[in-house]
């Protein structure tokens, strides 16, 4: 058993070198400028096991992550590789810009992928393991994540790169972290220096992905609001972290039936204006097309800049993809948060950073918990 596991694992790590990623379809090859400016350090948010406070609580408004900094000695840190790797956070700059000079479609999949990890039991890497040592299905290979979620490949491909330079000591879920907060920087936003400290979990169950930790995108806003204030996040943080929307795409089967047969109407959703409906029965012409073999559309014209660009479409053109992103159009909750992202354009840049860095630091394990592993597929 054991040995088949490293067969898979060593094959898969192959494959991977001889076989680099594709550039995805309707992406520019070229990529935002950067800047420099640091952000201000966060913690972890340690128990999310613990009832979690409401949106409109005001404590929770506040910088939570900090708090649990100050009591929590075990806390995630700007420092933690100083002297084990303080190249680490290079290192993954320089092995993501080669693979983004090939493939500007990995920030969309690498920032989802990290989305999907730290929503289900916390920032552990779980969701780059192919076995669980228990033999149950992985997070990986559940419905919920899809056939669609890319990226684990391209997070081999860069713990490669910080074993060659520090052995067993930059963990999967760490190498994650830095890796959606590079994707930020080359998406345009200020960079930041990443929090280390995460520790990777043993375990990796496709249950844990489908007890309505993962949004689907025929949820209704109640749903989603649920979702999100489980996990800490209030209404605003919710809107401000769908502008994850701003970079990558979205494959027409998931958004189809919007423009042929809405809530099986036989009719397109009422609420696309005739511009939109044109636009995505010319992105999506036939709704029979198999699943996993249709055609990606980008959320907005700039799929590698993370913009405003995704507010301003909703509110200027009442242009969405997902349905769940059109509630945020329509909820009255969200729609003032929405014209105001979309009218001031320095908002979310600054805000954006922010939230990820909460999301970043869910539920991690720190100290002894769980292990550093060596390779992401699979437990040491
Ligand atoms: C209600 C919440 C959400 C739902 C229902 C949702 C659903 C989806 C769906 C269906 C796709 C298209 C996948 C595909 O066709 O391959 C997608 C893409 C994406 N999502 Fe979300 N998402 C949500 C929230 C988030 C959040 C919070 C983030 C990150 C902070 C995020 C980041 C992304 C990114 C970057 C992409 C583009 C992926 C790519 O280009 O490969 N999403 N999302």
Known sequence: MKMTRIFLTTLSLWLLVLAPSKAEEGF??????????????????????KPQKGPNDESQQQNVPQQAA????????????IKTCPNAQKIVADALAKIVKT??????????????????NGCDASILLDYSPSGD???????????LLKGADMIDEIKLKLEEQCPQTVSCADTLAFTANEVMTMAGLAPQKPLGGRRDALVSLATAAETDNIPMPNWTMEQMVKLFNKKGFNIEEMVILLGAHSIGMAHCDLFIERAYNFQNTGKPDPSLTVEVLEELRKACPNLNTPKYRNPPVNFDATPTVLDNLFYKDMVERKRTLLITDSHILEDPRTLPIVQ??????????????????????????????GEVRKICRSTN
């Open 28 to 49: 520019p090859d070229k990529l935002p400028s950067t800047f420099h400016s640091l952000f201000p350090f966060l913690g972890r948010q340690d128990d999310l096991n």
């Open 70 to 81: 100050d009591q929590n000695p075990q806390i995630l840190s700007q420092d933690f590789y």
């Open 103 to 120: 493939n500007p479609g990995a920030l969309g999949n690498l920032l989802r992928l990290q989305f999907h990890d730290c929503f289900v």
């Open 137 to 147: 299905a992985v997070e990986k290979s559940s419905m919920v994540n899809g056939l």
């Open 340 to 369: 105001q992202f979309a009218h001031d354009a320095s908002l979310f840049p600054r805000r954006f950073p922010e939230v990820m860095l909460k999301m970043s630091s869910l539920n991690v394990l720190t100290g002894n918990e």
